[in-house]
Structures are given as C-alpha cells and as structure tokens.
C-alpha cells in the first residue's frame, strides 16, 4: 500500500469507517498518520483509591472484586454495577449500556480505570470510566481527536496498520545531511513513536521532529514568496530628500519614524518591490510613514493607495493624508462602499486619469470598477483583516507595486519571523514624545461603582470614557452592550449620553455613532471590540473594559491604545473577577509596562501564540503539532534549515519532491 492511497483500502477501514475518517478529514493513509494525538495517558502513575482527588479525573489501578448483576431503566438503559478494590479502598464503578465491555471483566483481574472519580466520603464512585486490563496497558497511550462512530480503539488499530506502510516508503523528506546534523530523529521513527511510544521520553523527540518539519515546510514557502517577488519588476522609484515633507508634519517625527521612512525610500528605489511591515504599537506614528511613502510615489509621478479594514478608519486616515500632503501638492481621494454611485464614479474618474496621486479607502478600492492610471505602491493597515486574496487583488491593479504593510499588533520577533517571514520588517519602538503613561488600574466587579464615579469626574470635565464588553460573537456582543448601556443610562450614568457599538450594526451606522462619538455627542461609548481598531479621538481619557481576563493581553493592550491619545492623562480600568495567579500577573504587567513589544512577549509566554494567529485569520495555516510559544529553539533551527535547504535548489531536485509537495500543500491550505 501507498502514503497516498486512499484510506478507504486500509486494513480495517472499508468504506463506512472511510466516511468518517473523512468526517476528520482524513482521506489517505498519510493523513492518518499525521493526524497526532493529543495528550497521553500515562499508565505508569496510576493513583490509590484513597488518594484520588474527588471530582476530578483520576487514574486507579484496582481489582475486579465483584460483578453485580445489571439491571434495565425504565428507558431501556442497561446498567451494569462491579465493584474493584486495591487494598486502600473500594470504588462503585457504574458502566451504562457497555454490556461488552462488562462481559470482559474478569473478577480477580487488575484493570487500570480512567475517569472522574466522585462520592462522599465514605464511598467511592466512577461512572462509565475508561476500563483497560492492565496485561494489556502501553505505559503511555494516545488520546487522539476522535468524531462520532470513531473509537481510540478502532483508530489505535488503523494506525497500526498505517504504520507498517513505513516499511515500503518513507515519509521522510528533508535532506538527510540537515537532519543528522541537528541530531534530529528520522520521520518515519517520530511518526511510530508519536503514535505508540514506550515512554514519555519517546515523545519528546518525536513530536520536536514533526514540529521541525511543520515549522520548515512553512519557512520554505516563506522563502519561495519571497524569492517570486524577487522575480517582479516594480516602479523604481527616484528617491528625493524628505525635508519638506518632515517640515510640513506639525511635529517632530521620531528617530523610528525617520529610520522606517528612511528604509521604505531604499526599498522602492531598488529594482525589486518593496515587500514590508511597520509594526509599532498603537500610537506609534505608521501613518507618518504611510504618507511619506505616498508623498515619495507622488513625486515620483505615480500613484499610490492606502487600503483600512473599516469605513472609520479610511475616514481617518484620508484626513489625516490630506492634512499632511495636500499643502505639498498631493491630491488624495477617499473611495468607500458607502459613498454613492456618483461620488464613486467620480473618484474612480479620477484614479483611472491620474488626477489623484492617493487614493484612501475600504474594500471599495479593489474593486472591479476601480482603475489606476499608474498605481506603484499599495499599502494595507491592520493587514490581518484582509484576507491574502483582497491584498492580491489590489496589487493586481498595479504593475508589480511596492507594498508597505503596516500592523499595529507587535508581536515578539520570533513570531514576526515565523508568520511574517516573507516581508522585510521596520519596527516602531519609539513613542512620540511627550505622551503621558496611561494610569492602568486592574480591579474586581465590587469595586465597578467606584469606576464609574471615577469615570464620572472625566466626563464632568468635559472628557469622554469607552467601555468595552467582550463577546463571544456579535450576536452575543450586541445583546450585551445593548442590555448594559440600558442599565447604566437608567442608573450610574443617568444624566449623560450614552451610545453604542457593535459588529451588528450597519456600517453606516457605526459610521454615525463614531462621528457622533468624536463630535463630543456622545460621552460614554459602550462597544464591543470593533472600537480596537486604530480609531482615534483624542477627547476620550477613560478606558474601562469589563470581563477583562477575557482577551488576550495584546488585545487589552490594543483596546487602553484607544486613549491617551490627546493632551488630556488617560486611565484604562481592567474589571475582572478572575483572581487566579495567571490573570493576576497578566493585569498587573499591564499596569507596569506600556511597550506594546513587551506585552506582546509576555503574551506569548503566558497564553501561547494562539491570540496572535486568531487575529491574522488569513494566510496562515495552523499548525498541528509546533508550539510557537514553546519551540521557539526549533524556530530557530528551522528558519536556518529552510534557509540552507532553499539556497541549495534542493527542492528542486528529483529527491527534493516531496518536500516541494509538502511546501504547495501547506499553501493552498493556508490561503
Ligand atoms: P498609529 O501608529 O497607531 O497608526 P497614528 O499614525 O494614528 O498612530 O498616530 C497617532 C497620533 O500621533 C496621531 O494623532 C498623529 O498625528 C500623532 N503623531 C504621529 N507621529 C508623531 C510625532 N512624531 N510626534 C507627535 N505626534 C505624532
Ligand atoms: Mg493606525
């Protein structure tokens, strides 16, 4: 039997059981190796009786005393009662409807029991636990990620069977030189290992062997897209000095601000586009760099467009071009889905005759109907709201354009390396000057009236407050910033004006309420996180955000962004009433620290890579077996590996074709 043949034809699968695997998406016996356990079992360690900890799953290894006879429920539910002992106690062990399993206990037989074990104090009870005769019992055994109609027994069988394919062909596909150099353990050893080690030592290398493949495979197709865009001919464009465009800024740009602005004018007068990120935290000052380039493509005699995630936030940042560039000369067009068909048709007159040197807006720009006379530079805010395909179709109305890419969600560099891998990366870690420090204060829900008061005395002095609930989805997100502005608008905040917020909304309604929010009519803003997004009104000083152990630390981090952001000293209040240790020292970083690169690392350590991932929904495949936050020394070997494999045309090679597959595979999954 092949890797590649479909599962159906495995021993002990035929085609019923293949509809399910294919419920798991599983098709081939490949797949089915690669679909990795979970956690184990581990049947060395069983506890007593006496010692295991009530309403908790406990692992006991205990006799079969006694096999009671069983008994039907009125529903027709067949009971089956045994009791098992080891010497320090008794448990009443309770099996419903496993009249099988019940058949195979032999009293005097020891069996390992799996499961939660409840009671009082004087009597022990198990319902329906896992029961596995102890002759038979792996020291460690896999818990896979099973589907309705599939067993760990059944799956534990068809990777048997999978396995022995290995005899005839390997699943090994790096080249051996790299493997053995790092020390690492074949594939093809792993992948037994993984799915049936001895001992949890046999588990380590193996899940860091796959793990290295995993994180390999996906730095290659960084590579291989980076290297395709080395391939491109863009607009060279002719670099002049930026002294007018700093003198015409109102402030003095930062030396990060200068450094980026400074590498992004190299970038575009080389002959291959321009492939970057500016990440800096919120605050940070992209747009200065957004507009410099803009002002470069001006000069230059081409056009450019800065595409935003939300209406708001294209609003926003045509203002703010406008302001920077139109006293140098530079026309800029702001084209939104919400504009009518006249003022669209007008703007796009504009792009396609070269009238506009900028163009701002939402999704609007990659439409169809959207024309450019001469676009050479596209840049995306907040990119991880747009999917790969939307970035690709506006680079498509260019000739080869430069791309500038700007995120306001530092993460730490390993991970930068990892899911930006093929971008050239500029980071802003250098605050304008003179910011204050956001006051960040975490508390419990006793203390919310207090919050509110304090609030209060913001909004008395003429400020304005954001309070943010979490959601689970935006269904949820509306009932609960709905319910909660009724209830403060009758109570604490009875006498001022409260709006909202929500996913659900309409764009143009959320349109009115932020224009409403920044035009000083509405003082407290309640909101889901669809406030998180680069929105900036400088009146508001008060960031309150309730349930707050239920995002992420950068998200948090994000969320206290959206004040402090004019002259007035803001505060963020984080309400939660989760004191376990973890959420404690997660709050309390954020009240130490406001290096948004620093939490970021923090986050990382603390709660794993997944915030990061969830939010980049696009264009990253999800892994199955790395830890980012843990392999982060397998990280490093693996972008140094790809490097090597890649520079030595390997996957080029007859013997470099399996990889190669792997590579493609990887990216059409992940786009
Ligand atoms: P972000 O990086 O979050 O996109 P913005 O570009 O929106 O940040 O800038 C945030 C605010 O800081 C804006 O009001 C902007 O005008 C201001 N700003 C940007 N750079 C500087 C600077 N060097 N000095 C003072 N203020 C600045
Ligand atoms: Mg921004």
Not at 482 to 490: D, G, N, P, Q, V
Not at 547 to 554: E, P, T
Request: net charge neutral; charged share 25%; aromatic share 8%.
């Amino acid at each position: 039997m092949k890797l590649s043949d479909d599962i159906k034809y495995l021993k002990g699968v035929g085609p019923k059981r293949a509809e399910i695997f294919a419920k798991m998406d599983i098709h081939t016996i490949r797949d089915l190796l690669y679909h990795l356990p979970r956690s184990y079992i581990d049947f060395s360690s069983p506890v007593t009786i006496e010692d295991a900890t009530l309403d908790e799953q406990n692992l006991l290894k205990c006799r079969c005393s006694e096999k009671r006879s069983y008994q039907y429920t009125r529903r027709g539910m067949q009971i089956f009662q045994l009791m098992f002992t080891d010497g320090s106690d008794d448990i009443f062990v309770t099996l419903f409807n496993q009249g099988y399993l019940y058949d195979k206990i032999r009293v005097g037989e020891d069996y390992f029991l799996l499961g939660k074990v409840t009671g009082t104090l004087t009597e022990r009870v198990m319902n329906g636990p896992q029961i596995v005769e102890v002759l038979q019992a792996e020291k460690l055994r896999p818990v896979y990620p099973l589907t309705e109609g599939m067993t760990e027994n059944i799956l534990r069988n068809c990777m048997k069977n999978a396995l022995t394919c290995l005899d005839n062909e390997t699943c090994e596909v790096m080249p051996s030189e790299i493997i053995e150099r790092a020390g690492l353990m074949r594939t093809d050893d792993a992948l037994k290992y993984i799915h049936f080690p001895r001992t949890q030592s046999d588990v380590v290398p193996a899940r860091k062997r796959l793990a290295f493949d995993e994180l390999t495979t996906l730095q290659l197709g960084m590579l291989s897209l980076k290297d395709r865009n080395r391939t491109l001919t863009p607009y060279v464009m002719k670099s002049f000095p930026m002294d007018e465009f700093y003198r015409s800024l109102p402030f003095e740009p930062t030396g990060a601000q200068r450094r980026a602005i400074g590498e992004c004018i190299s970038d575009m007068a080389r002959n291959v586009p321009m492939n970057r990120l500016i990440m800096g935290d919120v605050g940070s000052g992209k747009t200065v760099v957004a507009a410099a380039c803009c002002y470069l493509s001006h000069l230059n005699g081409t056009q450019s467009c800065l595409m935003a995630p939300t209406e708001v936030l294209a609003d926003q940042h045509a203002e703010t071009l406008s302001r920077f560039l139109e006293p140098l000369g530079v026309k800029v067009a702001l084209l939104k889905g919400s504009m009518s068909t006249k003022d669209k048709n007008r703007v796009r007159k504009g792009l396609a005759s070269g009238e506009y040197s900028v163009a701002v807006g939402t999704h609007a720009l990659f439409q169809k109907a959207t024309e450019f006379s001469n676009l050479a530079l596209v840049i995306t805010d907040e990119q991880h709201r747009f999917g790969v395909n939307q970035r690709d179709a506006l680079a498509e109305k260019g000739v080869n354009p430069h791309r500038l890419v700007m995120s306001a969600t530092p993460i730490p560099r390993t991970l930068a390396l990892m899911i930006y891998g093929e971008l050239d990366i500029s980071t802003l870690n250098e605050m304008p000057k003179g910011r204050l420090k956001i006051e960040t204060y975490a508390v419990t829900g006793k203390l919310r009236t207090r919050a509110y008061n304090f609030t209060k005395k913001y909004l008395d002095e003429g400020r304005q407050a954001y309070i943010i609930c979490p959601a689970i989805d935006e269904e949820e997100g509306m009932q609960s910033v709905l319910e909660y502005a009724e209830r403060i608008r009758s109570a604490d905040f009875a006498g001022y004006t409260v709006g909202v917020l929500h996913g659900k909304m309409k764009p143009a309604e959320k349109e009115q309420v932020m224009t409403d929010f920044k035009d000083g009519k509405i003082q407290v803003l309640v909101s889901t996180t669809v406030v998180e997004v680069g929105v900036d009104v400088p009146n508001a000083a008060v960031m309150l955000i309730e349930n707050a152990d239920r995002f992420g630390l950068s998200q948090l981090h994000q969320l206290r962004g959206r004040v402090g952001r004019g002259e007035h000293q803001s505060y963020c209040i984080l309400i939660t009433d989760n004191v376990t240790e973890t959420s404690k020292k997660r709050l309390k970083a954020l009240s130490s620290t406001s290096d948004g690169f620093e939490i970021s690392e923090l986050d990382l350590q603390l709660r794993g890579p997944g915030d990061f991932f969830g939010n980049r929904q696009h264009g990253l495949p999800s892994f199955k077996i790395a830890d980012i936050a843990a392999d982060t020394d397998i990280l490093k070997l693996a972008r140094e590996s790809a490097e090597e494999i890649y520079a030595s045309g390997y996957l080029e090679m007859e013997e470099g074709k399996g990889l190669k597959a792997n590579v493609e595979k990887l990216w059409e999954e992940a786009n």
